[in-house]
């Protein structure tokens, strides 16, 4: 499984960004994914998850509406929409995959990674 995020960049306090994932390797349709991040000296942490065959989905707390994670099954994209975003958003947001359709917010149960693209928002 290859996992490849784009979409990162610098953005104002107030805007928008959307993370893109490319996934191949595999056929997703038993796999859940999910997207964290990782702030300087801070541990990952969970963003939100989906489950690639049914849609089901799952967000952290911090997510509050902001944030939509969805995925387009033809192309084997998976997308975070963040809006409303704020400084505290800034990190590197990773790409994560997982085999089985249950929902986890620890980075732990998650097999695949991407090399992470980075956020910044600035005040």
């Known amino acids: 499984v290859q996992l490849v995020e784009s979409g990162g960049g610098l953005v104002q306090a107030g805007g928008s960004l959307r993370l893109s994932c490319a996934a191949s390797?595999?056929?997703?349709?038993?796999?859940?994914m999910g997207w964290f991040r990782q702030a300087p000296g801070k541990e990952r942490e969970f963003v939100a998850a989906?489950?690639?065959?049914?849609?089901?989905?799952l967000y952290a707390a911090f997510v509050k509406g902001r944030f939509t994670i969805s995925r387009d099954k033809a192309e084997n994209m998976l997308y975070l929409q963040m809006n409303s975003l704020k400084p505290e958003d800034t990190a590197v947001y990773y790409c994560?995959?997982?085999?089985?359709?249950?929902?986890?917010?620890?980075?732990?149960?998650?097999?695949?990674w991407g090399q992470g693209t980075q956020v910044t928002v600035s005040s």
């Open positions: 994560a995959a997982k085999f089985g359709s249950i929902l986890y917010q620890l980075s732990d149960r998650y097999t695949y």
């Open positions: 390797g595999r056929t997703f349709n038993s796999y859940s």
């Open positions: 989906l489950s690639w065959s049914g849609g089901n989905t």
